[in-house]
Each structure stands twice: as C-alpha cells, then as structure tokens.
C-alpha cells in the first residue's frame, strides 16, 4: 500500500494543539501531541476504522497495510487530514 497525504486543514481554522501528520510507507503518524488526544480514522463512507485515545507526549502511528484502497480523513483533536490508500 502506498499512503499519501493529500491535505491538511483544521475545525477551528489552525493547527493551535500543534499536531502534524506525517506518512512513511503503509504507516501514517501524528506528532505534537500533548495531552490525552482522540484519534480516529474513517473512510470515505463515514466507517470508522480505527479509534483510539492517545497519551499526550508520544508519538502515535498508525498501521495501514490491512485497509482497503480509497479515501479517508484522518482526525487527531481538532486537527483533520484527508489520507488516500493506493496499491
């Protein structure tokens, strides 16, 4: 699978919790988190495809090789990023 990045915008207008996204490879990552930070994954239908609360601190990654192509958004917080999955 090959994840790409396709654009990154935000609820409130800006990035104020400093979370980035990043991709390398089949793995998606979110940095700048820090506190307690919902992160979740939906495709394009609106399915939720991972959900997890995230300590602040950490870096957190997300495995992507099981997931079908298509288009998903990705959310940490407020921050939102479009994601496409392509083989």
Do not use: W
């Not at 654009?7 to 409130?12: A, E, K, Q, V």
């Not at 992160?39 to 870096?59: C, D, E, F, N, P």
């Not at 940490?76 to 994601?83: H, L, M, N």
Request: one cysteine or more.
């Amino acid at each position: 699978n090959t994840v790409r990045m396709l654009s990154l915008t935000d609820i409130t207008g800006t990035l104020a919790e400093g979370i980035t996204f990043a991709q390398d490879g089949n793995k998606l990552h979110i940095n700048g988190i820090t506190k307690p930070t919902a992160i979740t994954l939906h495709s394009a239908a609106g399915r939720m495809v991972y959900a997890t609360q995230a300590a602040g601190g950490k870096r957190h990654t997300i495995d992507t090789s099981h997931l079908p192509e298509g288009a998903y958004i990705l959310r940490a917080g407020t921050a939102t990023c479009k994601v496409l999955i392509s083989r």
